[in-house]
């Protein structure tokens, strides 16, 4: 998916940026309102991220109030934490308000809910990635066609990490998600459930994908390279 960012501030483009190409999408960068208008006519993009700061006056609210024509979702980002501001982005034409600093794996899901809202297609159902696939339907998961017995809350902490690869998963979306409970209350829980997918993640002793672990950021899916268990860090092996 191509994506058009119109973000004036790098250090949030850079974020923004991993949160998309973690997922796969390809971002381009405008730090221009006119030549973000400009190549929007002469080329087609799947979506558009725009962060107005806290510019509640923005000229980027009268094209998206004057678009005619122009089905392309619109996203706004914006630090403002009151409710008018993101009113008046979605009065204004966008699809949707996202304020930030946000969770990568938010935007990337609030990504999909507008494009779902904008174009119905099937809700996702089946993931394949590094020879892992994922049965929604079937609470199946599997490596290379052989089963992987999971519980139905492993399943669940599967599917939003396979969902995702390379973007960090806070505990609080985990325990939301899997628990409908805060870090502080799942957080240990969270920390066992992880443990124990990491080791049935593992096959004939290599770890085909990992989950990794950062500081203040949450747990990220990634694939590895003909890693072998004695490779990985010591919470990563079986005891």
């Given at each position: ?7 004036r ?18 971002p ?5 309102e006119?030549?973000?208008?400009r ?19 923005d ?23 009151g ?12 699809d ?9 794996v ?49 399943f669940?902490?599967a599917?939003?990490?396979f ?8 505990r ?46 949450g ?13 990985l ?7």
């Open positions: 998916m191509n994506i058009a960012c119109y973000i501030n790098p250090t949030v483009y850079d974020q923004v940026r991993g949160a998309l190409v973690g997922a796969g999408f390809h381009t960068r405008f730090d221009s006119v030549t973000l208008l190549t929007l006519k002469r080329q087609p993009f799947d979506f558009v991220i725009i962060d107005i700061g806290g510019d509640v006056e000229g980027i609210f009268f094209w998206l109030g004057m678009r005619s024509g122009d089905h392309t979702p619109a996203l706004i980002l914006s630090p403002a934490c409710g008018g501001v993101a009113a008046h982005a979605l009065d204004s034409g966008a949707d308000f996202l304020r930030r600093p946000f969770d990568a938010e935007l990337i899901a609030r990504i999909h809910a507008v494009r779902r809202r904008c174009a119905p297609q099937k809700p996702r159902r089946m993931i394949e990635y590094a020879g892992f696939q994922l049965d929604r339907d079937a609470g199946r998961f599997t490596y290379q066609g052989d089963a992987i017995a999971l519980t139905p809350r492993e669940s902490m599917w939003l990490f969902s995702s690869p390379g973007v960090y998963i806070s609080e979306t985990l325990g939301s998600v899997i628990w409908s409970a805060g870090s502080e209350i799942a957080g240990r829980t969270i920390e066992q459930h992880v443990y124990k997918l990491r080791r049935k993640l593992q096959v004939d002793g290599r770890q085909v994908v990992v989950i990794r672990t950062a500081y203040n950021q747990y990220r899916l990634d694939p590895v390279g003909g890693s072998t268990a004695e490779d860090p010591l919470d990563y092996r079986e005891a």
